[in-house]
């Protein structure tokens, strides 16, 4: 069972960067598919980007897309979510998400995909 450390949050201004990072503790780490989803308070959880083992598939919802970047390390057994652009309504607890084994385009965004959650790190874009 793999578990999952989230890291990279804090307070930047709107039209800021961070760097979001998500440590597994397998040295499997590559058999996993993985995405990042976000909740907002008072708001449901959305899907913000996936990408498949070998970081080759990646899958962004469109309100981040060519603003973030997904990859992976896994050699480092880490996640990454590269956030340029930042705007107030990107203010949210982040998370990230494993599945072990191959996830389709049409299932990366459906947070009921996952099996494995980290416990999230908050990201705050002020106006």
């Known amino acids: 069972q793999v578990q999952l450390e989230e890291s990279g949050g804090g307070l930047v201004p709107s039209g800021g960067s961070l760097r979001l990072s998500c440590a597994a503790s397998?040295?499997?780490?590559?058999?996993?598919?993985m995405g990042w989803f976000r909740q907002a308070p008072g708001k449901e959880r959305e899907f913000v980007a996936a990408?498949?083992?070998?970081?080759?598939?990646?899958y962004y919802a469109d309100s981040v897309k060519g603003r973030f970047t997904i990859s992976r390390d896994n050699a480092k057994n880490t996640l990454y979510l590269q956030m340029n652009s930042l705007k107030p309504e990107d203010t949210a607890a982040y998370y990230c998400?494993?599945?072990?084994?191959?996830?389709?385009?049409?299932?990366?965004?459906?947070?009921?995909?996952?099996?494995?959650w980290g416990q999230g790190t908050q990201v705050t874009v002020s106006s």
């Open positions: 998400a494993a599945k072990k084994q191959y996830v389709s385009r049409d299932a990366a965004p459906s947070g009921s995909t996952y099996d494995y």
């Open positions: 397998e040295r499997t780490f590559g058999s996993y598919s």
């Open positions: 990408i498949g083992r070998g970081g080759i598939s990646t």
